[in-house]
């Protein structure tokens, strides 16, 4: 069955959303208060990198299925299903700032023309869905009745639309079996379960399930950290200890630790609610501890390498937070360039697709350079800070000439330290049980300049 449905908010969530919903035959109206991000989307441009998503909106701009609104108005009336999917920030003290939440509650509200399903689908503190229940009462216009849903997204950026058309489960947080029944029908063509629960077990899953992932990368970079003292080699230990089909080897990847838009907040966030709740968070204050340590762990070993930093050159690969996406939002890989341009260091830097918002927040010696070689070119070390799979199949030879010393700092476990060796370079990477034998190649460098 055809719905018709308007997204509040045409960010990452909002957008993708949208599209998805058009390509499964829906009529998608997209409500932004950027007017310029409406402007672009209307003449045809997508404002983020998101794999296959502008080739999908045009198919479904031209189709007739999706369009794209800055008159709120004209959404609401239009739609039956209206999907909020703003941001939810930060805000000062650690709470999500629910600012644009309440305000897109207000606006559907003032606009109401009849029954409406209204669906969270930012990531929200529990009863966040009260919340805006609240205010549509408090500012609808008319007596029309809205039931409120809770739809956590679990899409990842970089894989989204994969992730959104086959989702491992639907969660559906329902205030009443009919609103149930229209929710499912909406996802059925998806083919996939779906856990039907209340608004409130609903929201709490969304932070249940951030916070669990968060928890395996600081999990898994304390054992890195323990495996670079005692010689044991991290990648090993996963695959053994993560064989056990209890453990599972996903989100085992250690390196400078997770960022993003969404796990720092959400964590932050489910921290300050149990406070709030009289709740210790005992492990979830030591996730985002061991997290902020990891650059440390990665800058200390850049500074034993060349002490003072003041002058030198290096090159950092990888802005964005993880790969496949050009969202720099709480980017280890920009923590950690901030740290070595505070000391003096002089860096040339290169991702994919992330340079343009990258130039927008970092600020210093910086050389922005299209291509890895020429951002390789004279540099002491080069840093490997986002795991882009081009970086995993670089020229060693090529890189080798390009620089004046040769050392790699794998800040993401990426490549084999023996094969760095083999091709004539110093390769510094937490927790791979290869230290003796670098450091002896260390002392017999190739070249030196
Ligand atoms: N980015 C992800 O991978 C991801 C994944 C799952 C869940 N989430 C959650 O989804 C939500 C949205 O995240 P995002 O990354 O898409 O954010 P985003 O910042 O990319 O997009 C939010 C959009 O909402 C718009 N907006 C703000 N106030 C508005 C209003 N009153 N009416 C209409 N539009 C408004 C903004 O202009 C912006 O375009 C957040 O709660 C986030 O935690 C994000």
Redesign the pocket.
């Known amino acids: 069955m055809m719905h018709k449905i308007s997204m509040?908010?045409?960010?990452?969530?909002?957008?993708?959303t949208a599209t998805c919903f058009a390509e499964l035959g829906n009529r998608v109206f997209c409500?932004?208060?950027?007017n310029e991000?409406i402007d672009l989307l209307q003449r045809g441009h997508v404002p983020?990198f998101e794999p296959g998503l502008a080739e999908m909106v045009a198919r479904n701009v031209k189709k007739e299925r999706l369009s794209f609104s800055s008159d709120?108005q004209q959404v609401v009336t239009q739609s039956d299903i209206i999907f909020?999917?703003?941001?939810?920030?930060m805000a000062d003290g650690g709470h999500?700032d629910l600012?644009?939440?309440r305000?897109?509650a207000m606006?559907i509200a003032k606009h109401l023309n009849g029954t409406k399903i209204i669906v969270n689908?930012?990531?929200?503190p529990v009863q966040t869905g009260d919340l805006v229940a609240t205010l549509i009462d408090e500012y609808r216009s008319g007596g029309h009745s809205v039931a409120v849903v809770s739809n956590?997204?679990?899409?990842?950026?970089g894989s989204?639309i994969s992730d959104f058309m086959n989702p491992d489960r639907i969660v559906l947080g329902v205030p009443d079996a009919r609103t149930g029944e229209t929710m499912r029908g909406l996802y059925a063509p998806l083919g996939v379960p779906i856990v039907l629960v209340s608004v409130r077990t609903a929201e709490m899953i969304?932070y249940t399930a951030n916070a669990f992932l968060a928890t395996k990368i600081s999990f898994i970079n304390e054992i890195a950290n323990l495996c670079e003292a005692v010689g044991a080699d991290v990648k090993d230990v996963v695959a053994g200890a993560g064989s056990d089909h209890r453990i599972g080897t996903a989100f085992m990847q250690s390196g400078l630790g997770f960022g993003?838009?969404?796990f720092p907040?959400?964590v932050t966030a489910l921290t300050k609610l149990a406070e709030s709740k009289g709740v210790q968070p005992r492990v979830l204050r030591s996730v985002l501890e061991t997290n902020a340590a990891q650059i440390d762990v990665y800058f200390d070993a850049i500074v034993a390498q060349f002490g003072d930093l003041k002058g030198v050159p290096l090159a950092l690969l990888g802005l964005a937070f993880k790969p496949n996406t050009d969202?720099v939002r709480e980017s280890p890989a920009l923590a950690l360039a901030r740290r070595l341009l505070v000391k003096g260091a002089r860096l040339s830097v290169h991702d994919p697709v992330a340079t343009d918002n990258a130039r927008r927040v970092l600020a210093g010696d910086v050389r922005w350079c299209t291509d890895v070689y020429d951002a390789a070119r004279d540099v002491r070390a080069l840093i490997v800070a986002t795991d882009w799979s081009e970086y995993k199949e670089l020229d060693f030879n090529a890189l080798a000439a390009a620089m004046s010393d040769r050392i790699v700092f794998d800040c993401r476990n990426i490549y084999e330290p023996g094969e760095l060796v083999k091709a004539g370079f110093l390769a510094i990477a937490i927790g791979r049980g290869h230290k003796r034998h670098e450091r002896r190649a260390a002392q017999h460098p190739v070249e030196k300049v």
Not at 31 to 34: A, G, P, Q, R, V
Not at 121 to 124: A, E, F, H
Request: glycine share 10%; charged share 30%; with cysteine.
């Open positions: 509040f908010g045409a960010g990452y969530v909002g957008l993708v409500y932004d208060t950027d991000k983020i709120a909020i999917a703003v941001g939810t920030p999500a600012t644009d939440v305000e897109a606006t689908k930012s990531t929200v956590p997204e679990f899409v990842r950026e989204a969304k993003g838009s969404c907040k959400d969202d």
